[in-house]
């Protein structure tokens, strides 16, 4: 499953570098030393930004068109795939209590399964997020 989302951001030039703004997010901000380097953290602010939203309640993206550009400033979508960024950025693990009967975990023991990771990869596989 992937969630590709986009937001517009304006690229303002200053005399070190650049600084970032997403005016659907309010508080997104952040800076650069040249346009590479702005442009890669303008990806990482936006999902740190959003990482805090449910999927279903992500703030509405405005279309780019519409978007007057400031003077001196590059105008641009800034385009992020939660469910990765998810994947590579939270791994807090959580402790689950889980019951299975006791014939099956001593079957699974003898194998030597892992039963953290087969939750893990259940789970994933189940919402679709391979």
Known sequence: MKK?????????EEDNGYWVEFPDLPGCV????DLTEATLKAHE???FFLDDY???AL?????????????SSIKS????????????????????TLTIPEWLNEAAQKENINF???LQEAIMEKLDLN
């Open 54 to 56: 449910e999927l279903s």
């Open 116 to 118: 953290s990771q087969l």
């Open 45 to 47: 602010v936006l999902g």
């Open 30 to 33: 952040t800076q650069g030393e």
């Open 77 to 96: 979508l800034v385009v992020i795939d939660l469910i990765e960024y998810r994947k590579k950025h939270n791994n807090k693990a959580v402790k689950k």
């Open 4 to 12: 590709i989302i986009s937001y517009p951001a304006f690229f303002h």
């Open 59 to 71: 703030p509405s993206s405005s279309d780019i068109k519409s978007l007057d550009t400031p003077e």
